[in-house]
């Protein structure tokens, strides 16, 4: 009997981290290898600010890539309070640029710098609208009254939904969603909004961080919610909808800093991304589904056009084994691990 094989278009990863220095040269291989593209975080130290900023950092991804890899990194902007709304729209004339990235001060890695009161943000955004640049939203609040399980339900209600009706011509991605409450907020809406999911917010939820020991490997932002959210989100992303397409936030950290009492947040997935979704997709009776998700909705939401290559993914009767750490110049990287067995892989 042939293994079962599924071609689709070559995937594109909308939220992704690749670090700088030694840690993007050991980690954007795994990315080249199965995605055409990438929209690259700016949460650098210190981050992307300017469009000379995203140039100079463009050039050392393209630098870090292998001799015939073929990548584009689509690079982002980190809203400061101070940003420029004419560098912006230079940014977005010249190519370079296709998102601003908003990150609610304090609410992840590196995003000290972020901003603090949106009013501040509201010319930048206002040019945004006008020319057609979406903003990437983290959308959680960092208000430390705020239990961190509500954070994204909150921001929603808070800070999203004001920011909507006030600028209902921004085109805003909710990234990362982590919350049936992000999602049916998403369905809910008319025009202008649209989802990311990660891959391993699929499939874990908070039980694997903290059941049997803390697991700091699992540990992420926006935190796994429960059961219910995660269910949310899969029937989301096998559903087809063209508002939900996948953004790995995958963010790698050296071991160090992950396993230590005050560890890092950030899950590393780039590297069996696309074996982990066949399995998600496969388990939910959707692999006709995976395409829409990791080929075709992203590039419709952001105006461009599909990749035309493919892949051709294929399920093994043994077990794919991946290693369980990666070596980088930075130090090890440990590679996320779904707790089952995983069949399908891309076939090289
Ligand atoms: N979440 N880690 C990081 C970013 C993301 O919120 C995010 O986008 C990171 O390390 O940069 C994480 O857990
Ligand atoms: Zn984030
Ligand atoms: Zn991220």
Excluded: Q
Aim: aromatic letters at 6%; charged letters at 25%.
């Amino acid at each position: 009997m042939t293994a079962p094989r599924l071609t689709i278009r070559r995937p594109d990863d909308w939220h992704l981290h690749l670090r700088d220095g030694g840690m993007l040269k050991g980690v954007i291989g795994d990315t080249a290898r199965d995605f055409a593209r990438a929209i690259i975080m700016p949460n650098l130290v210190p981050p992307v600010v300017t469009t000379t900023d995203a140039k100079a950092y463009r050039d050392r991804i393209l630098a870090a890539l292998k001799p015939g890899d073929r990548f584009e990194p689509l690079m982002t902007l980190y809203l400061t309070e101070g940003t420029n709304p004419d560098d912006v729209e230079e940014g977005k004339k010249s190519g370079l640029i296709t998102a601003v990235k908003l990150y609610p001060a304090g609410a992840t890695t590196n995003s000290h710098g972020g901003v603090r009161n949106i009013d501040n943000a509201m010319p930048v955004l206002e040019r945004m609208a006008k020319i057609g640049l979406p903003l990437c939203v983290h959308g959680e609040v960092t208000t430390p009254e705020v239990d961190i399980f509500d954070r994204e339900a909150v921001f929603i209600e808070t800070v999203l939904d004001p920011l909507r009706k006030r600028l209902p011509e921004l085109k805003v991605t909710m990234e990362h969603v982590t919350t049936k409450d992000g999602i049916d907020y998403i369905k809910g809406s008319k025009a202008n909004l649209a989802g990311s999911i990660t891959t391993h917010h699929l499939i874990i939820n908070r039980n694997a961080i903290l059941v049997g020991g803390i697991r700091p490997h699992y540990y992420c932002l926006p935190v796994a919610k429960r059961e219910s959210h995660r269910l949310a989100l899969r029937a989301a992303a096998v559903s087809g909808d063209a508002r939900f397409f996948l953004g790995t936030d995958s963010a790698p950290h050296v071991d160090p800093l992950k396993e230590c009492a005050c560890g890092c947040a950030g899950i590393y997935t780039s590297i069996n991304t696309m074996s982990c979704l066949a399995h998600v997709f496969e388990e939910d009776g959707a692999l006709d589904k995976l395409e829409a998700f990791t080929s075709l909705n992203g590039p419709a939401w952001y105006g461009l056009a599909a990749n035309e290559e493919t892949i051709t993914l294929e399920k093994n009767v043994e077990p794919v084994s991946f290693p369980a750490k990666i070596e980088t110049e930075a130090g090890p990287v440990t590679v996320f691990d779904p707790m089952f067995p995983l069949h399908w892989d891309v076939v090289r």
